[in-house]
Each structure stands twice: as structure tokens, then as C-alpha cells.
């Protein structure tokens, strides 16, 4: 029997050095904004295509409880991560979420998968 399909991953890479996005983040959200920020992409590499749509409440939900965080705070830091193109902007005003460079360090490994490297939802 084939393996099925995946389209999660197991780890991502966590440089050492962080680009200007981390270091604003964490400038406005302290170390709230950096757990933030490592918890949702965690989130989006468990998630199926990598996409993670929070117009569903469970979603919220489960996205507050992982970051520990009020609503209100992981939206103000989801706003701040569209607005610096961590996230697709677009794709955050129907509130999902999206990283293209986070998906992008996983073509090589999509490459040796059965399934497609995802892509960015409609």
C-alpha cells in the first residue's frame, strides 16, 4: 500500500539570525510577539495545505490557546504580520492566513513527496 498523501511537515528551519520582521515584531509585542510568531508557523506546518483559515471559530480558538494569547492580541499581531508581508495581506482581510516564504522552505522536501508543493488558496 502507497503512503498517503501529506501536505504538513514535521519541523521547519529556525535561523539563528532573524530577519526585520522578527525583530519589529518583538520590538512591539516583546516576548509574546516572538512566541507568537514561532507558534503560528508551527500551526501552519500541522496544517493541511499550510493555509490556516480563522474564519472558523474553532480555529480561533485553537490558535488562542496555543499562543496563550486574547483574540484581540493575536489579531493586532496578524495585522502587524500582513502589513509587513510576513503573512498575504489579502488573504488576512478574509482571515486566513498565509506565508509563502514559509512554504517556500519546504520545496525541496515537496519535491521528493508524492503530493504538490501547496499553493496559495483563491
Same mark, same amino acid.
Given at each position: ?39 503560528? #508557523?508551527? %500551526? =501552519?506546518?500541522?496544517? !493541511?495545505?499550510?493555509?490556516?483559515? +480563522?474564519?472558523? /471559530? ?19 499581531? #496578524?495585522? %502587524? =504580520?500582513?502589513?509587513? !508581508?510576513?503573512?498575504?495581506?489579502? +488573504?488576512?482581510? /478574509? ?21 504538490? %508543493?501547496?499553493?496559495?488558496? !483563491?
Amino acid at each position: 500500500m502507497a503512503r498517503p498523501k501529506r501536505n504538513t511537515v514535521d519541523y521547519f528551519p529556525h535561523a539563528v539570525k532573524h530577519q526585520k520582521t522578527m525583530y519589529i515584531v518583538e520590538e512591539k509585542y516583546g516576548n509574546d510577539g516572538y512566541a507568537f510568531w514561532f507558534k503560528l #508557523l508551527e %500551526l =501552519l506546518g500541522d496544517t !493541511d495545505g499550510h493555509y490556516l483559515d +480563522l474564519s472558523n /471559530k474553532m480555529n480561533w480558538k485553537y490558535l488562542t490557546a496555543k499562543t496563550k494569547l486574547a483574540e484581540e492580541k493575536c489579531r493586532e499581531i #496578524l495585522d %502587524l =504580520l500582513a502589513e509587513l !508581508d510576513a503573512i498575504d495581506p489579502e +488573504l488576512w482581510k /478574509k482571515e486566513g492566513v498565509w506565508s509563502q516564504n514559509f512554504v517556500n522552505n519546504f520545496i525541496d522536501l515537496y519535491k521528493k513527496r508524492v503530493s504538490d %508543493l501547496p499553493r496559495r488558496p !483563491d
